[in-house]
């Protein structure tokens, strides 16, 4: 069966309980990261640019799963047609399963004819008042329509992660009056593995016209990243396919980051040592959780210059790949740094354990009072 439909590892919340414990975990989740992207700025492992870009997207992926928890709130409260269950993949990323960014995305183009058709918010409150105080009964289709309310009202307000989020470009400067320098971002919530992934590319740019004016690049540069954003794609071939594509754009450097998989006690399969660490940190509701956090790098090591045509030449990036142990090949980039952030109980169980397979994860530790620690 294809892994985008539903399968085993796809399960439905059929509780409002679970719903709004699932959807509160990754509110806490949210704000934590912007925090790790603060941490690494501070060691100089992401530039102030980064961490702008990088908070941006992590901001819209809070807002996005906003949305889908007042979508869901009345999970198991309502009846028939009117009841709704998220979806999500509980083993292989703990994240809702990207059918659920797609429908919302849909939803987002309905959104003010949705609206229209809804009383207003303070019209809604006001029939629950009486349905409370002069009937004596729970309002539970008025909170319903609350709720549908709310949902629409964050479509319409926009800024959510999509399913593709198109590429845009941050000028950084330039290197002379011929060669500007962009930060292309861009990001997809790839279907294969249900997960969000944020794109960075740094480019040097020495066409005549500045990049995001080009009306002829910039659309075929956008069209050409999105077709090329896979998680089964190698980083390599990402950046040699553009670099030769555009005669005068220059791919310096690329980096995917991967937002995910989540773990948690309560709601994933996971295997192995992170299974055990969860279950012996017993931890409390909120706390029973980790996420990891993968950055991809590749950079380009030197510049060659071919022939283009009978009297022109181009420059190529030649990438340079891991040395370690031929892995580079293999892992089509210079560098892969996984880290895990997580409470401090889970990290105390981690710690006692020691398990192999975690030594090289870089751990990033949330305190109960919201504070960051890092740790190799």
Not at 92 to 119: C, I, K, W, Y
Not at 137 to 161: D, V
Not at 328 to 335: L, N, S
């Amino acid at each position: 069966m294809p892994k985008n439909n539903l399968s085993a590892d796809h399960v439905e919340l059929k509780t409002i309980e679970n719903v709004r414990r699932y959807f509160a975990k990754f509110d806490r989740i949210t704000t934590h990261l912007a925090r790790v992207a603060g941490a690494m700025e501070v060691e100089r492992n992401l530039s102030k640019a980064d961490v702008a870009v990088l908070g941006r997207y992590i901001l819209v992926i809070s807002r996005s799963f906003r949305a889908l928890g007042n979508k869901y709130h009345m999970t198991g409260r309502v009846g028939g047609a009117l009841n709704r269950e998220l979806v999500f993949d509980n083993h292989e990323s703990g994240f809702p399963v990207a059918q659920e960014l797609m429908t919302m995305a849909n939803d987002a183009h309905q959104a003010e004819r949705h609206l229209r058709g809804l009383p207003s918010a303070d019209d809604l409150k006001d029939q629950m008042i009486r349905k409370i105080v002069g009937d004596l009964e729970i309002p539970t289709k008025l909170q319903y329509a609350m709720s549908q309310r709310k949902y629409y009202e964050e479509l319409q307000r926009g800024e959510l992660f999509w399913p593709q989020n198109d590429p845009e470009a941050l000028w950084q400067g330039n290197d002379g009056a011929d060669r500007k320098r962009y930060l292309l971002h861009w990001a997809v919530y790839d279907s294969q593995v249900n997960l969000p992934v944020i794109y960075l590319m740094d480019v040097e740019d020495t066409g005549r016209t500045s990049l995001p004016k080009d009306e002829r690049r910039w659309p075929e540069a956008q069209a050409h990243l999105m077709a090329q954003s896979l998680v089964g794609l190698k980083l390599l071939t990402i950046a040699k396919g553009f670099d030769e594509d555009f005669d005068d754009l220059h791919p310096k450097r690329l980096r995917r980051f991967h937002v995910g998989p989540m773990y948690s006690s309560a709601f994933t399969r996971q295997t192995g040592p992170l299974r055990e660490v969860l279950e012996e940190a017993d931890g409390t509701i909120g706390e029973d959780w980790a996420l990891a956090w993968t950055m991809e790098e590749l950079e380009s090591e030197r510049v060659e210059t071919e022939k283009s045509g009978w009297f022109s030449t181009v420059e190529r990036e030649v990438f340079a790949l891991d040395p370690f142990s031929g892995r580079g090949v293999d892992t089509g980039a210079t560098r892969t740094e996984r880290a895990i952030i997580l409470p401090e109980k889970p990290y105390q169980v981690l710690e006692e354990k020691n398990p192999r397979g975690f030594h090289s994860v870089r751990k990033f530790v949330v305190s109960p009072h919201g504070r960051v620690l890092s740790y190799r």
